[in-house]
């Protein structure tokens, strides 16, 4: 089956740390970029980052720019997000999407995981 | 970054009904557009992409039309599992950017 599972979430405090997986199964991985996109709590989406197919470009958005991290492990199918600083406005659902290019180009997201759910609170 | 804007942000509307919702761009996207169905507590899955090729396997009651800055999702007859939000997403360029959400009720 096609499909990502992403594992991870949890309730942090503001300033902490936290890493996000997302782990792809039922296709090829590493012929995919990759991105993280966010929901908070009854809002829209939110594009937070992506990672081209072999790890070696990525992108962030300006909200969470020098604060998170991409990064993807191909030979274990696994896609992460490390989460520095942690503000309380980063409380949302994660979702990790696929692209259907390999490289940061124009793309829709074909398939998404279910999504983890992480609390920034004191 | 491009804004997207969606409307309505509501939609009442029966089962057999033909509705449409719109997404407006803040500058041209050419057809740089998808269109996303989320149901409640689940991940959005794609509808149509491209402004309107629809996704294999999704059922041809849908369709999106549009360019460059204005665009819409047009379902021909309500199903009782189309009640649910819809999104819809430009990626012209990063950051890529949805809109804020129709949300379709009885």
């Known amino acids: 089956e096609v499909q990502l599972l992403e594992s991870g979430g949890g309730m942090v405090q503001p300033g902490g740390s936290l890493r996000l997986s997302c782990s792809g199964s039922?296709?090829?991985?590493?012929?995919?970029?990759m991105s993280w996109v966010r929901q908070a709590p009854g809002m829209g989406l939110e594009w937070v980052s992506g990672i081209s197919n072999r790890g070696g470009n990525t992108i962030y958005a300006d909200s969470v720019k020098g604060r998170f991290t991409i990064s993807r492990d191909n030979s274990e199918n696994t896609l992460f997000l490390h989460m520095s600083s942690l503000r309380a406005d980063d409380t949302a659902v994660y979702y990790c999407a696929k692209e259907e290019v390999a490289t940061l180009e124009a793309s829709w997201f074909d398939l998404w995981g279910q999504g983890t759910l992480v609390t920034v609170s004191s | 970054d491009i804004q997207m804007t969606q409307s309505p942000s509501t939609l009442s509307a029966s089962v057999g009904d033909r509705v449409t919702i719109t997404c407006r761009a803040s500058q041209s996207i050419s057809s740089w557009l998808a269109w996303y169905r989320q149901e409640p507590g689940e991940a959005p899955k794609l509808l149509i992409y491209q402004a309107s090729t629809l996704k294999s396997g999704v059922p041809s009651r849908f369709s999106g039309s549009g360019y460059g800055t204005e665009f819409t999702l047009t379902i021909s007859s309500l199903q009782p599992e189309d009640f649910a939000t819809y999104f819809c997403q430009q990626y012209n360029s990063y950051s890529y950017t949805f809109g804020q959400g129709t949300k379709l009720q009885i």
């Open positions: 039922g296709f090829s991985f590493s012929n995919y970029a």
